[in-house]
């Protein structure tokens, strides 16, 4: 057991648990925290995701969510200022324009027309928009996840914050006074507070036992096609809402990333195992074919990853029913990106709430 006692311990260093730290290192600089990862800083959804920021939710849930964690970024990444990517124009394509405006979360979007997307589409020359279908103009951002992780990591020592990397904890107890984690190398450390956020390693982890009450976890398969088409700089995001995918033009990489739903769900979550279906190409080009008059453009990689979702497929931020003083928060839904702060921050709030109730079980 260590003699170090902290104020706050963070099980898994992705995009939510190094947001909670971020947050709580803000608001309680002095407090000791550190962050405890099974792998290494980023190894899950983060190292994949495009990072995308969009206005559009498709519940309550998301709407509670979306404005706080776009704040957060515009905190630390002001003026759109992201290690790689931009802020950039949004033209939402769709035969339902009433269910768009419905999902839009604030501001609405601008009504716009064929011809002023597809004169900023050099890259993608057989892209077609039908005449039925309504075209909306709107602001978001891409950002790979993946850099944003390091670059956090990187402010996160400079303040003095713990990373604990290649070390998994295997079981969390109430001790007399402070809560016990237990880690792969059978040492103890001492916490007053803890967050658990391991993401989709979470519904196969007995650590899920702490989310009683909890909402049914499923992992599900995320994958995403390279387009061998290089996008030039003005290119903006095409949203394709009515089958909720999007065409991300990744400058700096050189293609456009498709991003579509897989249905391949209750995979294991080991990206090594994981690889692209007969059935993800069907169902990717089924919906690109709706999109270009002749020639769609070549899959010139992939990338495939995985991310918990909750039965109603938005994340949850929760209190632990047996242990006072740990709070659980996931179910990112491939969302973790855009609302994974929200969460964060509720989380912080309660562990450092003053009539925080108490519930102890050793």
Request: glycine share 6%; with cysteine; aromatic share 8%.
């Amino acid at each position: 057991m260590t003699d170090q006692i902290y104020d706050l311990a963070i099980v898994g260093a992705g995009v939510m648990g190094l947001s909670a730290a971020f947050i709580a290192a803000s608001n309680h600089p002095r407090d000791k925290i550190a962050i405890f990862e099974r792998d290494i800083v980023g190894a899950g959804a983060s190292r994949f995701a495009p990072g995308i920021q969009i206005n559009i939710c498709r519940n309550e849930r998301e709407r509670q969510l979306i404005n706080p964690s776009s704040t957060f970024w515009r905190r630390i990444y002001p003026h759109g200022l992201w290690p790689v990517g931009r802020d950039c124009d949004v033209f939402w394509l769709t035969r339902h324009p009433k269910d768009l405006a419905r999902a839009t979360s604030v501001g609405g979007t601008t009504p716009s027309t064929a011809s002023a997307l597809t004169e900023r589409l050099a890259s993608l020359p057989h892209f077609l928009i039908p005449s039925d279908t309504a075209v909306e103009l709107d602001r978001g951002s891409y950002s790979p996840v993946a850099p944003i992780v390091q670059d956090m990591v990187q402010r996160l020592k400079a303040l003095g914050i713990s990373i604990c990397e290649r070390t998994s904890v295997e079981r969390i107890r109430r001790g007399p006074s402070n809560i016990l984690l237990q880690t792969s190398d059978a040492r103890e450390h001492l916490t007053r507070r803890a967050l658990l956020a391991i993401g989709p390693w979470l519904p196969d982890s007995p650590l899920v036992a702490h989310l009683t009450d909890r909402p049914r976890l499923r992992v599900k398969k995320v994958v995403s096609l390279h387009l061998a088409a290089r996008p030039t700089p003005n290119c903006p995001m095409i949203g394709l809402f009515d089958d909720y995918a999007f065409l991300i033009p990744m400058i700096e990489e050189g293609y456009w990333l498709f991003s579509f739903t897989s249905q391949e769900w209750d995979v294991r979550a080991d990206t090594d195992e994981l690889h692209v279906s007969s059935d993800d190409l069907a169902r990717a080009t089924a919906i690109l074919a709706k999109w270009f008059s002749c020639d769609v453009p070549a899959v010139a990689s992939v990338r495939v990853f995985c991310d918990c979702y909750s039965d109603d497929g938005v994340p949850f931020s929760l209190p632990a029913k047996t242990i006072a003083g740990l709070h659980v928060i996931g179910g990112g839904a491939g969302n973790g990106f855009r609302f994974g702060p929200a969460c964060a921050e509720e989380a912080i709030r309660s562990l450092y709430s003053p009539d925080r109730s108490v519930v102890t079980t050793t």
